[in-house]
C-alpha cells in the first residue's frame, strides 16, 4: 500500500487525502489522513476558506481502530468507490449535502472526534497524496 502523489486542483468531496498540516499552536507539520466532505467552505466570521472533514489518521495513528466503526462511518458518508485497488485507495462518494451527512455521523464525531476544518490557504502549501485506507483488503473487497 503507497500513497499516491494527487493536486489540489483534483481534490473533491469524498476523497482520501493526506498531507502534513501545522496546528494552530504552531510547531512541528504533521502528517494527516482526512475523508473531504467539503473543499473550500468560507467561515462564517470572515473571508477565510476552510477545508472540512473527517481525520482518520494522525502520524500514522488511527483515530479509529476498529475496521467495523471505519466500515460505518463510511456507509454512513455514502457509497465506496474504488480508485486503486491494488494499493487499497478508495473514494467515497458523499450522498447528500453536508449537513445531512454531519447528522448522519453525528454520534461517530461525538464518540470519536474525528471532524476537523483546517485553513484551506495554509493547507494547499504542502503536497498532497491519495491516501490508502488502513483497513484489512478483505473487509474493504466487502464493501466495494
Do not use: C
Amino acid at each position: 500500500m503507497i500513497k499516491r502523489p494527487y493536486t489540489w486542483a483534483k481534490v473533491e468531496r469524498g476523497d482520501i487525502i493526506s498531507f502534513r498540516y501545522t496546528g494552530p499552536k504552531g510547531g512541528r507539520a504533521v502528517k494527516r489522513s482526512v475523508i473531504v466532505l467539503e473543499k473550500k467552505l468560507k467561515h462564517l466570521q470572515s473571508k477565510n476558506l476552510l477545508l472540512h472533514g473527517y481525520q482518520l489518521d494522525v502520524r500514522n495513528i488511527r483515530t479509529i481502530r476498529s475496521d467495523n466503526v471505519l466500515i460505518d462511518l463510511f456507509e454512513k458518508i455514502g457509497t465506496a468507490q474504488e480508485v486503486d485497488k491494488n494499493n487499497n485507495i478508495i473514494k467515497i462518494l458523499v450522498e447528500g449535502k453536508s449537513p445531512a451527512v454531519y447528522q448522519r455521523t453525528a454520534q461517530l464525531i461525538k464518540r470519536y472526534g474525528i471532524y476537523r476544518t483546517y485553513y484551506y490557504e495554509k493547507v494547499s502549501r504542502n503536497q498532497v497524496f491519495l491516501e490508502p485506507v488502513k483497513i484489512d483488503p478483505k473487509v474493504l473487497d466487502a464493501i466495494l
